[in-house]
């Protein structure tokens, strides 16, 4: 289970930009959103042995059952 979604969702982002424009386009996107490259590089070279980003450690919480009245202006 992953628990920094951010990056999840960058490395998702980039292994399809990876197949659009090339491994060098994917690590500049990587790059330019501060992934660190020992992460950028282990996904970027390791393709089939890859899993699905999971779902987010917080993701099975329940909503909340009300919402907060808001403030009168």
Do not use: W
């Not at 393709?47 to 987010?56: E, F, L, M, N, V």
């Amino acid at each position: 289970m992953r628990l920094d979604m951010r990056t999840a969702t960058l490395v998702e982002h980039a292994l399809a930009l990876q197949e659009m424009a090339g491994t060098g386009a994917a690590a500049l996107f990587l790059h330019c959103h501060d992934v660190p490259l020992p992460t950028a590089l282990r996904v970027l070279t390791t393709g089939p042995r890859r899993q699905p980003a999971g779902p987010h450690l917080f993701a099975r919480l329940r909503p909340r059952t009300a919402a907060l009245p808001l403030p009168a202006r």
